[in-house]
């Protein structure tokens, strides 16, 4: 098994939020970063001895194979790439469900699918789902949800057909994490709802047992420990990230 200062990892989303934080937080650890985005400009200040960038779409399959011939015998694979869709659900078309369904759900498979198989054993792959999964009270982000739920689905599946390799595959389920995607969450949903961006933030906080958000690093953290040797014996898993919200 390589020391964590030899391994290498794929981040996808890597241009905000969680991904741009968990692709810091392998350099901090010692790995080397493929730091991958649709947004190029954005990937440029992570560029450095630690981490490489491309700009790549998660759904073009050319791109996908790419990022896989970078990450033949790496150790992590994080699929934090995604995009939200904000909409009332009797308005939600076919296009914009395959939209989301594209991007979050359809490109986790085959990024699973074309690189899993190309870690090295002891390696692990964290897939970004969300507590819409299980929560159906922002119902303004059905067609996301049901892009989340199924990276469930991907994440079990995988961890079964890469254990014997020795690779392990999770997926976390974020609550509130402070990103640019949860601003435009809280900016479309709110006036929907009659209130303010801040009144409605306000009252999300409330609803969580730790009264908070978390920031971008704290998930980053929970990522780093699931890909890394502490966590040797977890695989299949879909761990709850959401201050209490969430708690089965
Ligand atoms: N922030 C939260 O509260 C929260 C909660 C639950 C789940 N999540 C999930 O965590 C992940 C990261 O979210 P975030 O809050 O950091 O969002 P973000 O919008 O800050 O970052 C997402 C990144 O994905 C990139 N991206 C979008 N489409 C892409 C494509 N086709 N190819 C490559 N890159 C693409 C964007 O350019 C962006 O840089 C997402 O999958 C999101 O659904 C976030």
């Given at each position: 098994m390589a020391s964590p200062s030899q391994r290498r990892g794929v981040v996808t989303g890597a241009a905000s939020g969680i991904g741009k934080a968990t692709a810091l937080r392998l350099a901090r650890e010692g790995a080397r970063v493929l730091a991958v985005d649709v947004n190029g400009g954005g990937l440029a200040e992570l560029e450095g001895e630690a981490i490489e960038t491309l700009a790549a779409d998660v759904t073009d399959s050319k791109h996908r194979q790419t990022i896989a011939d970078w990450a033949d015998g790496a150790h992590y694979l994080v699929n934090s790439a995604g995009v939200v869709m904000v909409k009332p659900i009797f308005e939600i078309t076919v296009e914009d469900w395959r939209r989301v369904q594209t991007i979050n759900a359809e490109a986790t498979f085959f990024l699973c699918q074309a690189i899993g198989p190309r870690l090295a054993a002891g390696g692990a792959i964290v897939n970004l789902s969300s507590s819409s999964a299980k929560f159906?009270?922002?119902?303004?982000?059905a067609a996301y949800a049901a892009s989340k739920t199924t990276i469930l689905s991907i994440t079990r599946s995988f961890a079964y057909a890469l254990a014997a390799r020795r690779v392990r595959v999770n997926a976390i389920l974020p609550g509130i994490v402070d990103t640019p995607m949860q601003e435009e969450v809280l900016e479309k949903v709110a006036p929907m709802r009659g209130l303010t961006a801040d009144e409605w933030r306000e009252a999300r906080n409330r609803a969580v047992p730790l009264g908070r958000g978390s920031s971008a690093d704290e998930c980053a953290g929970l990522i780093w420990f699931l890909l890394s040797d502490e966590a040797p014996y977890m695989t299949g898993q879909a761990i709850n990230f959401t201050g209490g919200l969430v708690t089965w």
């Open positions: 159906a009270t922002t119902v303004e982000v």
